[in-house]
């Protein structure tokens, strides 16, 4: 079992900046891909950054996209989310997951791909 966690949420104002980070703990042989997902209000789970490990390759949903990059730590299962110009709709809460099978096409986007998650990181943007 893999273990996530978030953390580096918090509020800020419309504009603002946030580096949200993820760990991945415990069987992550074999991780190849770590994503970032959001939750928020009215809306369903949605992708907003996945990085493959190997070579640091990412993509990103449109919720975000041009706002958001996603990055690979000094250790290889810690990946950042670094968000700016942040706006009141994207207030909700930030998760990650990992996976192994990692294919370059769309399907990172749908949560069902994805298996544990962690708590999540409360994002509060204020106008």
């Known amino acids: 079992q893999v273990r996530m966690e978030e953390s580096g949420g918090g509020s800020v104002e419309t504009g603002g900046s946030l580096r949200l980070s993820c760990v991945a703990s415990g069987n992550t042989y074999g991780v190849n891909c770590i994503t970032w997902f959001r939750r928020t209000p009215g809306r369903q789970r949605e992708g907003v950054a996945l990085?493959?490990?190997?070579?640091?390759?990412?993509r990103y949903g449109s919720s975000m996209k041009g706002r958001v990059s996603i990055s690979r730590g000094d250790d290889k299962y810690t990946v950042y989310l670094q968000m700016m110009n942040l706006k009141p709709e994207d207030t909700g809460m930030y998760y990650c997951?990992?996976?192994?099978?990692?294919?370059?096409?769309?399907?990172?986007?749908?949560?069902?791909?994805?298996?544990?998650w962690g708590q999540g990181t409360q994002v509060t943007v204020s106008s």
């Open positions: 997951s990992a996976a192994s099978f990692c294919p370059h096409s769309n399907w990172w986007l749908s949560p069902s791909q994805w298996g544990d």
């Open positions: 990085i493959y490990l190997i070579d640091g390759d990412s």
